[in-house]
């Protein structure tokens, strides 16, 4: 049982990078040289939070049938990460994402290297 909360941190870690990649890609998709910074993190979020909610409700469930397993080795990795993806989808993506991306709004789009509010298409 030693080895039980790294094992939970990688899956969970991966899950939310995967989610949080979702969402920066939807924020960029939205941040045109003529789109407002914030209004694209906004509407960048919003397009993706029913995609990613869906997903964490499902990973929820799929966790909590672990709970109804015999072994404690299935219940309690079960538990875990049921609870830590209920935590991950409202107060990682529901609060940190919007409160951390608001006030870098002016670089959640742009590249490395160039400017995101450049007037013609990003160039190398």
Do not use: Q, W
């Not at 870690?13 to 040289?33: C, K, N, Q, Y």
């Not at 919007?98 to 450049?118: C, D, F």
């Amino acid at each position: 049982m030693g080895r039980l909360p790294l094992f939970m941190f990688i899956i969970l870690f991966g899950l939310s990078m995967d989610h949080h990649i979702f969402v920066f890609s939807r924020v960029r998709e939205r941040r045109s040289p003529g789109t407002d910074a914030r209004e694209a993190v906004v509407a960048g979020i919003a397009a993706s939070a029913g995609v990613v909610t869906s997903a964490a409700v499902i990973m929820t469930g799929v966790f909590s049938v672990f709970v109804t397993l015999s072994a404690i080795e299935y219940k309690m990795p079960g538990t875990g990460m049921a609870v830590a993806v209920l935590v991950d989808a409202t107060v990682a993506r529901g609060v940190l994402l919007p409160a951390a991306m608001s006030p870098l709004a002016e670089r959640a789009g742009a590249l490395p290297g160039r400017t995101a509010t450049s007037g013609g298409p990003l160039r190398r």
